[in-house]
């Protein structure tokens, strides 16, 4: 029952207001569980593109 | 007054597609009111609509409601032809797919985001991908996971990830499981080498073993996935990761038997202008002007391109992947907004499917085009696939009411390699014997010698 509780709970509660599709309490996990790892992934990313863009500039202000 | 519910618009319960004397309606129904209104306010519909993102809406009478209760009627432009996933070509599919991943992006920098990410919100318009369903967008809420991804990787990358790794054809597999190609299925056809690809490994490899695992799922991993949030940040780095992915699959279209065929044919240069000019001829003189051409067996749209320049919306369709993604490309780089390449096997046709088989509609149910083209196709469905030529004819009136047609007969070296190998069981495949075929179905309105070959092009009526 408590395990039922969980899984009931787990769904109802990840389900935005109007959601019409079933977004899979599997799909859920994975998102959850990269978390992390994708936005620290995305923060490296973008804070290279800054550089890049950085050195960019300074590079055509040199010429 | 006649109003007609989309067959294909009925899952989601904020509102429903429908015409009305001829014209295309959305009905947002009061459930979708907050969403509604903040689409507007946050100028996300607005800023997508002016960018070509986004199909033009504008806000109608109430009173052109099809049922009482709207909470907005919206005016919708006219998508010239629908076409759908599988039959599209490589590059229509990873197209739609960034298409929908900008949309998302911009959708959260605006506080929205997807609530489903099908490839069937997704339209062409000439080479142009335009995403047709505005009652796609939710309030986003910080932490909450989202709810579309996993129908993006199987609508979207699950598909080109196996068309790019496995076998170009599988995008046919879309034509069997209608809400995208389930993910562990996806994972086992996969080659296991590409789990070294963080993106594949990610979206595909673990996300399908995550989906069987947890499906029914009532355990304490699943409860400890509640207790972590998917910040705004994770969120952005999952829409960029999916990106990024789709973004390094790839497929070059290769020598396949179509995508060289002009390089193959038995035309001169001089036979090929000729043939070109007799088509553009035979085409001006349809009255009234044609709204919408056919090319079946269309190859990269040589012929497409006589109707397709004269703003008539023309479908080229082919059988070939590698001649369509090759045309697609072609359209893409001129930037033609009146030719849609599109993939289909004119001896097995897209069905209706999908629910109540009204979800989707079939080929012929798209149609009927104002002009068909049928340039050396013919000799295709009579010799190589046994249709008779009666049968030929009662399926070409069904897809126009004007047809163009070339009759290639059998001392043509193209038909002749159609019979090398085969015995010859057409005895009525004459030139006599196509015209008493098409004459049925057809007013055989004119027909001239293609010069420099032993072909024959028709101008017909349907009767």
Redesign the interface.
């Known amino acids: 029952m408590k395990?039922?509780t969980?899984?009931a709970?787990?769904l109802i509660?990840?389900?935005?207001?109007?959601?019409?599709?079933d977004?899979?309490?599997?799909?859920?996990?994975?998102?959850?569980?990269?978390?992390?790892m994708?936005?620290?992934?995305?923060?490296v990313?973008l804070a290279w593109q800054r550089i890049k863009t950085s050195i960019s500039r300074t590079h055509h202000r040199g010429q | 007054m006649t109003i007609q519910r989309e067959p294909g618009s009925f899952r989601d319960p904020c509102g429903f597609v429908y015409t009305r004397d001829g014209d295309i309606y959305r009905q947002v129904q009061p459930s979708y009111a907050a969403n509604y209104d903040l689409l507007q306010q946050s100028g996300l519909a607005a800023a997508l609509m002016t960018d070509g993102l986004l199909v033009r809406s504008t806000e109608a009478d109430i009173s052109l409601a099809a049922y009482p209760g709207a909470y907005r009627v919206l005016s919708v432009d006219r998508v010239p032809f629908i076409s759908y996933p599988y039959e599209w070509c490589f590059s229509q599919l990873k197209d739609a797919a960034l298409l929908t991943l900008e949309i998302q992006k911009r959708a959260i920098e605006k506080g929205m985001s997807l609530r489903d990410s099908s490839a069937y919100n997704v339209q062409f318009v000439g080479a142009k991908p335009v995403f047709i369903d505005t009652l796609s967008f939710e309030a986003y809420a910080e932490g909450k996971p989202w709810v579309a991804y996993r129908q993006f990787c199987q609508h979207f990358l699950a598909p080109l990830a196996l068309m790019a790794h496995v076998d170009i054809r599988l995008s046919q597999m879309l034509r069997i499981w209608i809400d995208g190609i389930p993910l562990d299925l996806a994972a086992s056809l996969l080659p296991r080498k590409l789990m070294l690809n963080p993106g594949l490994l990610t979206h595909i490899f673990v996300h399908g073993a995550a989906g069987s695992k947890y499906a029914d799922d009532s355990g304490a991993k699943a409860k400890r996935a509640t207790e972590t949030r998917v910040s705004k940040l994770a969120m952005l780095g999952l829409v960029d990761s999916l990106e990024t992915t789709v973004r390094k699959l790839s497929w070059a279209p290769g020598g396949t038997e179509w995508g060289n065929y002009y390089a193959n044919t038995n035309y001169t240069d001089t036979a090929l202008k000729s043939k070109q000019q007799l088509v553009q001829q035979m085409l001006g003189t349809i009255q009234p002007a044609p709204k919408l051409v056919w090319d079946l067996g269309a190859n990269t749209g040589l012929f497409s391109r006589i109707a397709s320049t004269q703003r008539i919306n023309t479908v080229a369709w082919d059988i070939d992947p590698a001649a369509v993604e090759k045309n697609y490309l072609q359209c893409k780089s001129t930037g033609e907004g009146a030719l849609l390449p599109l993939t289909a096997d004119l001896t097995n046709p897209a069905p209706a499917i999908g629910w109540n088989h009204q979800e989707r509609k079939s080929m012929l149910q798209r149609g009927p085009a104002n002009v068909v083209f049928a340039l050396a196709l013919v000799h295709h469905l009579a010799i190589s696939n046994n249709v008779p030529l009666t049968g030929v004819a009662d399926y070409l009136a069904s897809a126009g009411n004007w047809l163009i047609i070339e009759f290639v007969p059998k001392s043509d070296s193209q038909v002749q390699r159609l019979l090398a190998s085969r015995e010859d069981i057409f005895p009525c495949y004459t030139q006599d014997g196509f015209e008493e075929a098409f004459a049925t179905r057809f007013e055989i309105k004119h027909s001239a010698p293609v010069p420099g070959t032993e072909r024959t092009l028709y101008l017909m009526c349907r009767r």
């Open positions: 395990y039922f969980i899984a709970l787990l509660s990840m389900r935005p207001a109007h959601a019409y599709l977004g899979g309490s599997g799909s859920y996990i994975v998102q959850m569980a990269m978390a992390g994708l936005a620290m992934v995305f923060s990313k």
